[in-house]
């Protein structure tokens, strides 16, 4: 079994900084590529960035020169570095990651339970 845990959600102020983690752990042969998404109240879950195993990134326009995505490969670990937060930015920020489970060697995605980030005015 895949679990992937997050961490480093928060409340901060417009214009300050928060780090986000994901730790997979289980029965993980490789993982692929791993990303962030988001869902705000009332809207749909959105893609933030994606990280693929080479380390080649890729964001969604409105985080673009503020979001930075990395991942420590020895870890199984994913990060979401958030700098010059907006309150627009407030959502539940889930990870998910491309798994190679070691017992089936079938590949699924797998998600986090979401952290909370809250950006204030």
């Known amino acids: 079994q895949v679990q992937l845990v997050e961490s480093g959600g928060g409340l901060v102020q417009s214009g300050g900084s928060l780090r986000l983690s994901c730790a997979a752990s289980g029965s993980i042969f490789s993982i692929n590529a791993m990303g962030w998404y988001r869902q705000a109240p009332g809207k749909q879950r959105e893609l933030v960035a994606v990280?693929?195993?080479?380390?080649?990134?890729n964001y969604a326009d409105s985080v673009k020169g503020r979001f930075t995505i990395s991942r420590d490969n020895a870890k199984n670990t994913v990060y979401l570095q958030l700098n010059s937060l907006k309150p627009e930015d407030t959502a539940v920020y889930y990870c998910?990651?491309?798994?190679?489970?070691?017992?089936?060697?079938?590949?699924?995605?797998?998600w986090g339970q979401g952290t909370q980030v809250t950006v204030s005015s």
């Open positions: 998910v990651a491309g798994i190679v489970d070691i017992v089936t060697m079938t590949v699924n995605d797998y």
């Open positions: 990280i693929t195993g080479s380390g080649s990134t």
